[in-house]
């Protein structure tokens, strides 16, 4: 099969509200980002592929079949809600347990896995605590493991990373990069520019509901750095006069940060070394306020 | 391992339910000192106020006894069955609504509907889920109860008049009802909680079932009906259609999405 999860004219609404609205998409294997703001749809968007809402038109296929309808094919998916969800009076042994059986999974086969999941998430310490006892970053680690268990085709994860620490989040990514190796189909849901440009993949942009742009990181970096605004973090400040006299396109602004006008990603580039041949220490560039607001603040 | 999907659920079920002392405590101690304090309170009753009542409300046949004090005991007989029985009989309504309650709209409340609901189980492995691990826990409370309680009435008119009152046909048919009674309240309870957004508004909707029941002493105090097994031959054949009408309709009507959000 060559898409793993396919939507045809998809239209989801809420009373009036509209959710989801004429969104048609074919995702293949690999990583996809989906990326949107606050109440843009993508996480109903997600529902929809994980069979918890129905759409109320359009068609939306998940291994060939609607995943609303056929109990048997929401096997071979898995679902990473972002409110945890899981039994908080549970243990996180129990919690898997659970899960694994109605997974159709043998209880000895679940903890050997769950374990090995933890694992490589740092987290096989926690087996037996009671899940309600547990850090919000550590339920998310659990509530992964949860969505591994039955070694799914298609893992549809909605803000996988949003509560956890840098190193945790780079576990996570590098497991994620390991399942999209295998051939699995990973959907990952975020608001985070910052964190849809750390996968080198396809990104789906969604606004109002609607796929606005479907590209991928590189695309993305092309088409938001023509004619953009980045911010540029010293590790040390330089003078408001130093800077004016680097160029027309470079600004101080307070707490010693550089705005620069770039055409495209060459120039950031060229800034960045006009900067360091001048004395300054770059700590950081950030693009994704201005990101954001390209592709969020109009222009669909 | 548990092999049905269903059972799985019930079991989750039943031990959230006793995980929280705030949610089985009530729901147990209530029951069980009424099963003990009402027998206690009946046979006070009986032996110092009795003799002028029973004369005006027991026409009911009596065990043959040799004792002289025949109106305690016609008392004692019908309160012990025609008034304590359909008080306990609120039990599986109360119990069943509230594991019911918590089991439905207690997902959506704390959340958990979404992994739950993600995972490969039919509707119908769902539906029977719940209501296994609300009907399970009320048979087994409502026997209980009504064994204490026909126990302590017992063993208070053995003590007393030196026979035993319960169990009669009557008294057995009534047992014979509370899995319907129950059945009833979660079939409300699942039809409701869909459409509710708490706990709490569908286990208040779900209780109004209380009220016919609580009806039933005063039909048999004032004479309407007797309380014999024939009523509750009615009681129980009316309570198997409401249950299969109520059961077609949530049933048909439940729509996983509505315990989402």
Known sequence: MKYAISLFDVNKNFGKQRAVYKVNLRIGKGITLILGPNGAGK??????????????????????????????IRNRISFMPDNYGLYDFLSVRDNMLFFARLYGIEDKEAIAKSLKILKMLDAAHYI??????????TKQKILLC????????????????????????????????????????????????????RFNSRICVIKNGSIIRDTDT????????????????????????????????????HGGIIKADVKN????????????????????????????EKLYGGND | ????????????????VFSSVSIYGPMIGVPLFFAVALPVLTIYVALHAAPGIASRIASTAIPSTSASNINSLSFMYFFAINVLGPIFLTIPIFTASVIAADSFAGEKERKTSENLLAAPITNR???????????????????????????????????????YILPTATWLMMLAAAPLLALAAIAIVVFVSAHVKGIKEAQQISTLLVLPILLIPFISILGIANLDVAF???????????????????????????ILY
């Open chain 1, 218 to 253: 590189k695309g993305l970096y092309d088409e938001i750095f023509k004619g953009t605004r980045i911010s540029i973090r010293l590790a040390r400040p330089i003078s408001k006069n130093a800077v004016l006299a680097l160029g027309k396109n470079m600004s101080l602004e």
């Open chain 1, 43 to 72: 996480s109903t968007l997600l529902r929809c592929m994980a069979g918890l809402y129905k759409p109320d038109s359009g068609r939306l296929d998940v291994l060939g079949s609607d995943p609303y309808e056929s109990a048997d």
């Open chain 2, 125 to 163: 492995q769902l539906l029977s889920g719940k209501i296994l691990a609300s009907l399970i826990s009320t048979i087994l409370l409502t026997f209980a109860v009504f064994g204490i309680y026909g126990g302590t009435v017992n063993l208070l008119a053995f003590k007393e008049f030196g026979v």
């Open chain 1, 265 to 292: 990603y060459k120039d950031v580039n060229a800034i960045l070394k006009t900067l360091m041949d001048n004395g300054a220490y770059i700590a950081s560039v950030d693009y994704a306020e201005p990101m954001i």
């Open chain 1, 146 to 197: 949860k969505a591994l268990i039955n070694d799914p085709e298609v893992i549809l994860l909605d803000e996988p990373t949003a509560f956890l620490d840098a190193s945790s989040s780079e576990q996570v990514r590098r497991f994620l990069y390991g399942m999209a190796d295998e051939g699995k189909c990973v959907v990952f849901v975020t608001q985070r520019v910052d964190e849809a440009t």
């Open chain 1, 128 to 137: 037996n605590a009671k899940v309600g006892q547990l850090s919000r970053g």
């Open chain 2, 232 to 258: 509750f031959e009615y009681v129980i054949a009316i309570l198997v259609v409401v249950d299969a009408l109520i059961f077609y309709a949530s049933v048909k009507d439940f729509k996983k999405e509505r």
């Open chain 2, 1 to 16: 391992m548990i092999r049905s999907k269903a059972m799985a659920i019930a079991i989750k079920d039943i031990r959230e």
